[in-house]
């Protein structure tokens, strides 16, 4: 058994030469559009996304995002990275997304759009 228990002042010592994960900073990746460009992946489709700050809009393969994603889960599943990032209409997104079903689709284009936020 160990002759003395460790106190938080004695565990501190051990993290100083760690860094801490939030205070990393993403340099912001542009095109000459002020654009920022990702690929997201989900099952067998793959879709490449750009957004740019913007009201809101989403256009999937050409069409609106309600056109495309009729399902409100699916339209829902995308717009979860800008709830996480409380950025919910502040930038717009325009994607392609080819290969596999809807509910694949809708992933692939969640993850790109995550991809892309951190990016930006």
Same mark, same amino acid.
Request: aromatic content about 6%.
């Given at each position: 058994?160990?002759?003395?228990? #460790?106190?938080?002042?004695?565990?501190?010592? /051990?993290?100083?030469?760690?860094?801490?994960? =939030?205070?990393?900073? !993403?340099?912001? #990746? /542009?095109?000459?559009?002020?654009?920022? &460009?990702? =690929?997201?992946?989900?099952?067998?489709?793959?879709?490449? !996304?750009?957004?740019?700050? @913007?009201?809101?809009?989403?256009?999937?393969? @050409?069409?609106?995002?309600?056109? &495309?994603?009729?399902?409100?889960?699916?339209?829902?599943?995308?717009?979860?990275?800008?709830?996480?990032?409380?950025?919910?209409?502040? &930038?717009?997104?325009?994607? =392609? !997304? #080819?290969?596999?079903? /809807?509910?694949?689709?809708?992933?692939?284009?969640?993850?790109?759009?995550? #991809?892309?936020?951190?990016? &930006?």
């Amino acid at each position: 058994m160990p002759e003395e228990s #460790k106190g938080l002042s004695d565990l501190a010592e /051990l993290v100083e030469g760690v860094s801490d994960a =939030t205070s990393l900073s !993403v340099d912001p #990746k /542009l095109d000459q559009l002020g654009r920022s &460009y990702a =690929t997201g992946k989900r099952k067998d489709a793959v879709a490449r !996304v750009w957004i740019k700050p @913007g009201p809101g809009r989403i256009i999937v393969n @050409g069409r609106d995002l309600e056109t &495309y994603f009729a399902r409100p889960v699916l339209r829902m599943m995308i717009n979860q990275p800008f709830d996480v990032a409380e950025r919910v209409g502040q &930038y717009d997104v325009k994607c =392609t !997304v #080819k290969g596999g079903g /809807l509910s694949g689709q809708a992933g692939a284009v969640r993850h790109g759009i995550s #991809k892309a936020l951190t990016l &930006y």
